[in-house]
């Protein structure tokens, strides 16, 4: 593919992204789509064949890997996990803030919405939930805590619940409220 074909890919999953995590899988048509990323409509159907499933599948596992990028540089230089943590909430929610709340976990809004009616993306959430667990297990584990695997689902559904909180109430305090709490838990 040339690079030109490449830039254009990438545009549309990088507006796929954004609208997605904001209005939702149903409520992102693909023409604004492909007009926020700038691109004709034989693009779309060129690089996705699969369509729309395809195109938000490949949205989410971009994502996933923005925060997977996120986990590892922080543990870079945060090498313990209650540093680690409240690290990636903080980040987590000036994310949130400075898209004035309509991003917040960036899959959520898709595993919330497609959970019992899409299959192919429930599998793409799924997977890209098991990475982030995986991760904070794995550094819970280098830090010596017991069923490391159990803190992990509780630590990811305390960082999930607060996302939804903060966004949905338009502040910041739900995720606030959680890094005290996840700081305690850790210690």
């Not at 209005?23 to 691109?39: K, P, S």
């Not at 922080?74 to 209650?82: E, F, M, N, S």
Request: proline letters at 3%; hydrophobic letters at 45%; aromatic letters at 2%.
């Amino acid at each position: 593919m040339a690079v030109k074909g490449d830039e254009t890919r990438a545009r549309i999953i990088a507006a796929a992204r954004t609208l997605v995590e904001a209005q939702g899988c149903h409520g992102t048509g693909l023409n604004e789509v492909l007009a926020m990323a700038g691109a004709p409509r034989g693009s779309l159907y060129h690089h996705f064949p699969g369509g729309k499933d395809q195109l938000v599948g490949e949205a989410l596992t971009a994502a996933g890997r923005e925060v997977d990028t996120m986990i590892d540089e922080l543990a870079g230089t945060l090498p313990r996990a209650r540093d680690l943590v409240p690290a990636l909430l903080d980040a987590l929610a000036d994310r949130m803030v400075a898209g004035g709340y309509a991003k917040g976990c960036p899959v959520a809004t898709v595993a919330l919405e497609v959970a019992s009616s899409n299959e192919h993306l429930r599998r793409i959430c799924a997977g890209v939930y098991e990475g982030w667990q995986r991760r904070l297990a794995d550094a819970l584990r280098t830090e010596g805590h017991e069923s490391a695997d159990d803190l992990a689902a509780t630590v990811l559904a305390v960082i999930e619940g607060s996302l939804v909180l903060a966004r949905a109430g338009r502040s910041r305090l739900p995720v606030e409220r959680a890094r005290r709490q996840v700081v305690r838990l850790l210690a």
